[in-house]
T-cell receptor
Framework: DAMVIQNPRYQVTQFGKPVTLSCSQT?????MYWYQQKSSQAPKLLFH???????NEADTPDNFQSRRPNTSFCFLDIRSPGLGDAAMYLC?????????????FGPGTRLTVL | GESVGLHLPTLSVQEGDNSIINCAYS??????FIWYKQESGKGPQFIID?????DKRQGQRVTVLLNKTVKHLSLQIAATQPGDSAVYFC???????????FGKGTKLTVNP
């Protein structure tokens, strides 16, 4: 009965080789988020979708892109991963936009860049 | 609570003791607060939340206290167990926004 699913759990890529991380949800939530979390740090928001409305954070590098083809799925594309992009990538969902709502997180994908 | 720095505050307690984890938030417009628990290698797990029209909320073995005057949030865990060992993050949400801002996190270690 997993609610927010991320695949793969571990991803190894080479420097500069594009990689795509996947997130799916069974909650039918309107909002989906992507966070980057480095060791011993708090999650950092990269961007989020409200339905198909994409909202990028000002300091998210252009190297990071996202797609949301339908309500259930959201993808994080890293076009040319650098060593500094090695991190845990977390997907989260919330039910609605606006007034604060609980975000539910997936288990994360641990990205290693060689 | 914008998160900065690489060194997590730590709290070490004995099994069975009560734990108190503190968090200072920065935005007086924030009106919704959440505590998350994150175990090693896993995603953050929702523990308890509180809105700004309350100053206390209780869950199972956990209590969240909100002091808006000094912009302080705390999480109390009663009868702490080894399974409570994790990093705990507070997060704040500004009214009208769906975004959360996470605090630094506190690493809780429970000694048997």
């Amino acid at each position: 009965d997993a609610m927010v699913i991320q695949n793969p759990r571990y991803q190894v890529t080479q420097f500069g080789k594009p990689v795509t991380l996947s997130c799916s949800q069974t909650l039918n939530h309107n909002v989906m988020y992507w966070y980057q979390q480095k060791s011993s740090q708090a999650p950092k928001l990269l961007f989020h979708y409200y339905d198909k409305d994409f909202n990028n954070e000002a300091d998210t590098p252009d190297n990071f892109q996202s797609r949301r083809p339908n309500t259930s799925f959201c993808f994080l594309d890293i076009r040319s991963p650098g060593l500094g992009d090695a991190a845990m990538y977390l997907c989260a969902t919330s039910r609605r936009r606006g007034r604060g709502d609980t975000q539910y997180f997936g288990p994360g994908t641990r990205l290693t860049v060689l | 609570g914008e998160s900065v720095g690489l060194h997590l505050p730590t709290l070490s307690v004995q099994e069975g003791d009560n734990s108190i984890i503190n968090c200072a938030y920065s935005n007086s417009a924030s009106d919704y607060f959440i505590w998350y628990k994150q175990e090693s290698g896993k995603g953050p797990q929702f523990i308890i939340d509180i809105r700004s029209n309350m100053d206390k909320r209780q869950g199972q073995r956990v209590t969240v206290l909100l002091n808006k005057t000094v912009k302080h949030l705390s999480l109390q865990i009663a009868a702490t167990q080894p399974g409570d060992s994790a990093v705990y993050f507070c997060a704040e949400n500004e009214g009208g926004s769906e975004k959360l801002v996470f605090g630094k996190g506190t690493k809780l270690t429970v000694n048997p």
